[in-house]
């Protein structure tokens, strides 16, 4: 048997035009394993600019990473009973008596999944699985009762496995709360709780230590500005989690000439942009990073403390705050702006004391982070064997837990 007997893939809208009655629509990121989240939007905004499905629609990634880690959900509750969803989605729409949970846990199985991942192409970090991949994929289909056993059973032992992965991601973000908690309060307060605070005049800070200084970004940090070729300086990717080499298979830029700027050792990137809020850092390297990113060189102030004080919330909150624009995708802090924010600094000493208390804190909290994500993905791994193990019948499965 193959997909393309049993479901249509990506079906195209047939029914009534509904104008601007409201419709669901779903980004990519809001599909996860088994969850379908969606917003509303006006169906005259939504049909033929995005990927249509309906309700007991199964979705599921195109790209990868996503494909690989079970972004797969089955579509509910829609609005209107139609839903819009990003292009890089694709959709199965089962036929007559197929169950529909028995697909959902056919597309999770490592078989459907390695013959994706098999058939992928593109440029870039954005592979593509191919249609023909999907619709020529071949499976031994069971009786229609005996689908429903196998995913009444993994209903059961997917949702047991589930639970303890929400729980240990429950701590994780727990953790990561804490270890944002931990640097907002060390770098608007300091390390020293007995310390006098006096009134900033910030609209981000209320109140800083009595000792500490304020000025403007200007003050502290140098403005590079400097055009570079990507051949001359390594390209380098800027994320909430830093500065970090660009990946080798993502795309160079096909324009010719100094397109880029240059990057040096222990500079602080920022991405400029509101879509990205968060993605900055302290370059551990020499590099080149896209025009849009603003880089400065710290001279009066301690890179280190730097890297901690510029990823604070509150901070990142009032440096998109003094930005401007059209629509929120467009949203751009300039230099030009950056440059007279005030900010509150302590001493040069005491830079590198609320640094070294931050490495500390952080590297621990980061540590039981790291540990709980190992858990995690033996637990998902745990979950990709099972459902491949009884999908492809592999394993015998209890028909009283079923």
Not at 175 to 189: D, F, H, Q
Not at 253 to 276: L, M, P, W, Y
Not at 340 to 360: G, M, R, T
């Amino acid at each position: 048997m193959r997909i393309k007997d049993i479901a249509i893939l990506n079906p195209i809208y047939s029914g009534q035009d509904l104008e601007n009655e409201e419709v669901s629509f779903s980004p990519m990121e809001c599909l996860r394993y088994d969850v379908l989240r969606t917003y509303s939007i006006p169906f005259s905004q939504a049909k033929g600019k995005y990927t249509y499905f309906g309700n007991n629609d199964v979705l599921f990634a195109k790209v990868t990473p996503c494909f690989e880690n079970l972004n797969t959900a089955i579509a509910r509750n829609l609005l209107n009973g139609v839903g819009f969803g990003s292009s890089e989605i694709n959709v199965l729409r089962p036929k007559e008596n197929i169950s529909l949970r028995y697909i959902f846990y056919l597309v999770c199985s490592k078989r459907f999944i390695d013959n994706g991942c098999a058939s992928m192409c593109g440029v870039g970090g954005l592979k593509r699985v191919s249609p023909r991949a999907i619709n020529t994929f071949e499976f031994d289909l069971p009786s229609l009762a005996t689908q429903k056993t196998i995913a009444s059973y993994l209903d059961k032992k997917c949702g047991k496995i589930g639970c303890e992965i929400d729980l240990l991601e429950r701590k994780v973000d727990a953790y990561k709360r804490l270890r944002c908690s931990i640097i907002n309060r060390a770098v608007t307060r300091g390390i020293n709780l007995d310390i006098s605070l006096k009134s900033s005049g910030l609209r981000w800070i209320f109140y800083i230590p009595v000792h500490w200084q304020i000025g403007r970004i200007r003050n502290f940090f140098d403005y590079r500005n400097e055009k570079v070729s990507e051949n001359d300086f390594m390209p380098l990717s800027v994320s909430k989690k830093g500065v970090v080499p660009q990946m080798e298979n993502v795309a160079k830029s096909t324009a010719v000439g100094d397109t880029r700027k240059k990057v040096c050792k222990e500079d602080f990137v920022v991405n400029s942009r509101s879509d990205r809020k968060g993605s900055c850092g302290i370059s551990p390297m020499d590099g080149s990073v896209s025009l849009i990113y603003i880089v400065l060189e710290p001279k009066y102030i301690d890179p280190t403390f730097v890297n901690y004080y510029f990823r604070c919330n509150d901070w990142i909150e009032e440096f998109y705050r003094n930005g401007k624009g059209i629509v929120a995708d467009l949203w751009t802090t300039n230099y030009s702006v950056m440059r007279n924010i005030e900010i509150a600094v302590p001493p040069y000493a005491e830079q590198k004391q609320i640094a070294a208390y931050l490495d500390d804190k952080c590297g621990k909290i980061d540590t039981l982070i790291e540990k709980i994500g190992i858990k995690i993905e033996r637990l998902k791994e745990l979950k990709r064997s099972l459902i491949n193990e009884v999908v492809t019948g592999k394993r015998a499965i209890n028909t009283l837990e079923a």
